[in-house]
């Protein structure tokens, strides 16, 4: 990453600047909170630039203690989020010879009963996502033991406690929050004056832990955890959220009242915490979501149809049905003195959403057309209306599988597929002793393997094997063929587990060799960041690297159009296109949803949704519609969003 420090925009005190997730630009100035924001905020763009400013404030911290020949003290978090911060202190270690000779670390928590070597354990996590590729002492790493016996438990939990007051406290303490507001392993219900101590785990969390455990059985019951009044002791936090799906909580936090269901608002009354937040994790709070409501704003166009959207909703009144005093009493008079009358206003926005709407004949026609799938069924998931369009309209479609998504599939289907061909061995003796012996090897190591194992490259294989075929079934039922599918296999992915490694050149090279092949006029992106592993997050990545280096070699670059994943969709105040489907569209991309067997009934990761994915997108695609049709504008059946970057 490189070191330069990134572009501030949004701050308590301050006049901001808000752009949406996908960069458009939003108001131009936004009021900092007005006295509703408690915890110090800041908002910056791109998830990146929240571990490059985590990280230099660590850096600083550690250059000014070694400049006095102090140690530096830092209370350190795991989970996907502070990844970056570790890789960029990385970084700076290797490239600029920041040293961490001097620095005391002591982690936030550990799951109980937990085994330090486990592929689960915050232990394994910390020396393969930061200690060792830094020059830290083993002596000054101070981790929460997860395999004690029960009965010294509360005694290595005072100990610890006390080893942070003989170090003199922490300098320093990263934070995330999880969906319950949870720090640390703070449930709700944790009190202000709790120490380090074993606690029961959260259904929410645990359910929200489950991806990386595959499976909620799986998932540890305890933990061992520092406490709020431990963590508010430190000197300076920084409490880190990414992401459309923290956007409540971050706004509860921030704005709500202090409440012991929800630890993370005790950092209200912290002197010298920060919310670092990106785009997406910011869009619930006032200043973002309705800063008319707070202060002076300039209305442009983006600003006035996402106020007149909110105005309709909250009156439910139709777009064109507003009147002078929906405005008044809403704060929003100043949007119709510059308009003259509510009627003027209420048409343009009225015109401004119309013009969004883009059936077949206004979508592309003969064009080269790449859609970026992450895993082998985002594609009919999130964008299968629009690929049936596109289909029809004899557009030439590559769909490109970024991953294989093998991990996605449960060992029984694997044991299902092997049965299958010992069977067809056996019938027909298409297989012999190769195949037996292989089939032998997969039933003893499934036999053997215990859950978050990684699987042996042979169940890989089956696994990923197993994911193609349903892609290409599913794509066969808007028109295409397996000619029209492309399975990149991105190198980071191929782990075998839930984490995946840092976005590489070698992933990057496989996106822009395939750009340079097909020379595509349009490309669909999946441009969510709520997907509860990250895997659309770094393919974003990829994506948007290749451009960058087709662009710097002064090739053309395709138009990029952004679609979300299965837990969210575009709002209409942020969509470029809306595009609609009929009951008969609908129920064809159901039907190639469909296909994707090892995903139905149970996927292995459904987030917090419990619900089968075509029931979350038959229930996603009907309420875009059905908001078209509160505002008053045309009825439609079913529609997705897209948004052009």
């Known amino acids: 990453m490189p070191s330069t420090v990134p572009d501030v925009r949004t701050d308590v005190g301050g006049v901001a600047?808000?752009?949406?997730?996908?960069?458009?630009r939003g108001p131009s100035h936004v009021p900092a909170g007005s006295g509703l924001e408690r915890i110090r905020t800041i908002v910056v763009h791109e998830h990146d630039d929240i571990a490059r400013l985590v990280a230099g404030r660590i850096a600083a911290l550690i250059r000014e203690k070694q400049s006095r020949g102090e140690r530096a003290i830092l209370g350190l978090a795991t989970g996907s989020t502070p990844i970056g911060v570790y890789r960029e202190l990385i970084r700076m270690h290797?490239?600029?010879?920041?040293?961490?000779?001097?620095?005391?670390?002591f982690n936030l928590d550990e799951y109980y009963p937990m085994a330090p070597d486990s592929i689960h354990s915050y232990h394994r996590y910390m020396w393969e996502n930061l200690f060792s590729h830094i020059d830290v002492r083993p002596e000054n790493v101070h981790i929460p033991e997860g395999m004690l016996p029960r009965d010294q438990v509360d005694a290595a939990c005072a100990a610890y406690e006390a080893k942070i007051r003989e170090v003199g406290g922490i300098d320093f303490q990263i934070l995330g929050i999880g969906k319950t507001g949870h720090i640390g392993f703070n449930e709700p219900g944790s009190g202000v004056?709790?120490?380090?101590?074993?606690?029961?785990?959260?259904a929410i969390t645990r359910k929200d832990a489950a991806a990386d455990f595959f499976g909620e059985e799986n998932v540890p019951r305890e933990a061992l955890t520092m406490g709020v009044a431990t963590i508010l002791d430190a000197r300076e936090i920084a409490i880190l959220a990414t992401g459309e799906h923290k956007a409540g909580i971050v706004r509860r936090a921030v704005e709500g009242e202090i409440d012991i269901e929800v630890a993370a608002t005790f950092l209200q009354r912290h002197p010298a915490t920060t919310f670092y937040v990106d785009d997406a994790a910011a869009a619930d709070l006032t200043r973002i979501a309705t800063p008319w409501l707070l202060d002076e704003v300039e209305w442009t166009p983006d600003l006035m149809v996402k106020a007149v959207v909110w105005l309709s909703l909250m009156t439910g009144k139709g777009i064109l049905k507003l009147e002078q005093r929906d405005y008044a009493e809403h704060r929003m008079s100043s949007l119709v003195a510059r308009w003259g009358t509510p009627g003027a206003v209420n048409g343009e926005v009225f015109n401004l959403l119309g013009a969004k709407i883009r059936g077949k004949s206004k979508l592309p026609r003969e064009r080269k057309i790449i859609c970026f799938s992450p895993h082998p069924d985002d594609d009919v998931i999130s964008m299968g209306g629009i690929l049936y369009k596109l289909v029809q309209n004899r557009n030439d479609i590559t769909v490109a599988y970024m991953t294989s998504g093998n991990i996605a599939v449960f060992d029984?289907?694997?044991?299902?597929?092997?049965?299958?061909?010992?069977?067809?061995?056996?019938?027909?003796?298409?297989?012999?002793?190769?195949?037996?012996?292989?089939?032998?090897?997969?039933?003893?190591c499934l036999a053997q393997k215990k859950p978050g194992d990684v699987d042996i490259p042979e169940v890989q294989d089956i696994k990923r094997v197993i994911r193609e075929a349903e892609a290409v079934s599913g794509i066969e039922v808007m028109g295409l063929s397996k000619e029209n599918a492309r399975f990149l296999n991105l190198p980071f992915?191929?782990?075998g587990k839930v984490r995946k490694d840092p976005i590489g050149p070698a992933d990057v090279k496989i996106v822009r060799d395939l750009l340079e092949e097909v020379q595509p006029d349009i490309i669909l992106v999946a441009g969510d960041l709520s997907d509860p592993h990250g895997t659309h997050r770094m393919c974003k990545e990829a994506i948007d690297t290749a451009l960058a280096e087709l662009r710097a070699a002064g090739k053309?670059?395709?138009?990029?159009?952004?679609?979300?994943?299965?837990?969210?969709?575009?709002?209409?105040?942020?969509?470029?296109?809306?595009?609609?489907?009929?009951q008969e569209e609908l129920k064809?991309?159901?039907?190639a949803i469909f296909k994707h067997q090892s995903q139905k009934d149970s996927a292995p990761f459904p987030g917090q949704d419990e619900r089968e994915f075509w029931q979350r997108v038959?229930?996603?695609n009907k309420e875009t519609a059905a908001t078209l049709d509160r505002l008053g504008l045309a009825e439609y059946f079913a529609m997705e969003a897209y948004v052009l970057a």
């Open 618 to 620: 038959e229930q996603r």
């Open 588 to 591: 064809i991309k159901i039907q």
């Open 412 to 444: 029984h289907d694997v044991r299902r597929f092997v049965d299958f061909l010992e069977r067809l061995d056996h019938e027909r003796g298409v297989g012999g002793a190769p195949l037996r012996a292989f089939s032998e090897r997969v039933h003893e």
């Open 556 to 582: 053309a670059l395709p138009e990029v159009w952004l679609y979300r994943g299965a837990w969210q969709e575009w709002p209409i105040t942020e969509a470029t296109w809306l595009v609609p489907m009929s």
């Open 193 to 202: 004056e709790s120490r380090t101590r074993l606690v029961h785990l959260d």
């Open 17 to 24: 600047e808000a752009r949406g997730s996908h960069g458009s």
């Open 493 to 495: 992915y191929q782990t």
């Open 94 to 105: 290797r490239e600029e010879g920041l040293s961490f000779a001097n620095v005391v670390t």
